[in-house]
């Protein structure tokens, strides 16, 4: 399969569109990370979701829809859940909802739950590619496991990408957020977050007037995206809170300059925007990868979560 790159512009998101309608899998751009966006009705779309990730069938994908109107024809939303939507969507939170009888997602996208995660992605052309097509499941666009892409280039990048498994990719540039959305549920009745992200918890706990419940999620049957113990890595092996390269390392900075810094000022966007870009540039130096401590507040909290399950060992 010969991996098609469409521009942005009408004829490429009409083209993403077609493809898209028969059962191809696109990778997209999101505010967040490129999406590898399938017919959420479709479940032999789904499946090559799967099949191209080459991701295990037990982890949920994410639903990413238009609008709140939309969203709400697939889940049921609580009032909780409603305030959040108004508060945050279109943006990086995904809400993971009872799913409606009459829903018609692919079972496939839900990995057998009654739950589904649903997202509003603020992206101009995500927004106007889902016009086009209705609900799209959307993983991110790498290889399951492998560090998350915030380009077309990283989707495409012949070194553990997707060139020539999936039918194109939609290229907009890079992400502007860079890190996966915040995920947010209700497991046991209570707002609960099932995974950090692009959003501060900060600000959901806000929003909502009261704090969020833990989640300790089985890595064996997660509930949501983003819980599998190694996931975002790189090839090379990492390690964390590391303050001084050991001889042979290659580090990735935090609050200085350098080749690989993830923000020189110690701005938290800036390093979560480019978490990803710099990981994979650190990986091209073959060797092993030392990261700075970064702050466990804000976005912090969710880079963490990242280095972390990038840091683990592999299975």
């Known amino acids: 399969m010969q991996t098609e790159r469409l521009l942005p512009d009408q004829m490429g998101l009409a083209r993403a569109a077609i493809l898209l309608a028969g059962g191809a899998v696109v990778a997209i751009p999101t505010e967040t990370v490129y999406g590898l966006a399938g017919d959420a009705k479709n479940g032999q779309a789904v499946a090559r979701i799967y099949q191209a990730k080459g991701r295990p069938s037990f982890n949920p994908l994410i639903v990413h829809v238009p609008d709140l109107d939309t969203a709400r024809t697939i889940a049921d939303l609580s009032p909780e859940a409603e305030r959040l939507a108004a508060a945050f969507w279109p943006g990086a939170l995904t809400l993971v909802l009872p799913l409606r009888a009459d829903a018609g997602i692919a079972s496939l996208v839900t990995a057998g739950l009654p739950t589904v995660a649903l997202r509003v992605p603020a992206h101009p052309v995500a927004q106007a590619l889902l016009r086009l097509t209705g609900p799209l499941a959307a993983p991110s666009a790498n290889a399951s496991g492998r560090i998350s892409p915030t380009s077309a280039d990283h989707v495409l990048d012949p070194d553990g990408g997707l060139d020539g498994r999936i039918a194109a990719v939609l290229d907009a540039g890079s992400c502007p957020v860079g890190l996966e959305s915040t995920i947010i549920g209700w497991p046991d009745g209570r707002a609960t977050l099932l995974r950090p992200g692009g959003i501060p918890v900060e600000a959901i706990v806000d929003a909502l007037g009261h704090p969020l419940d833990d989640h300790h999620a089985d890595p064996a049957a997660p509930n949501a995206p983003g819980q599998l ?24 900075a935090f609050g200085q300059a350098g080749p690989f810094t993830l923000s020189e000022t110690g701005d938290l966007t800036q390093a979560a925007a480019r978490l990803f870009d710099t990981l994979r540039r650190a990986d091209r130096e073959g060797r092993p990868i030392a990261v700075a401590p970064i702050p466990d507040h804000g976005l912090g909290a969710a880079i963490n979560d990242r280095l972390r399950r990038a840091a683990a060992p592999r299975g």
Not at 229 to 251: F, I
């Open 229 to 252: 113990t190694s996931h975002y890595a790189p090839q090379a092996a990492l390690r964390l809170n590391a303050t001084d390269p050991a001889p042979g390392e290659t580090h990735v």
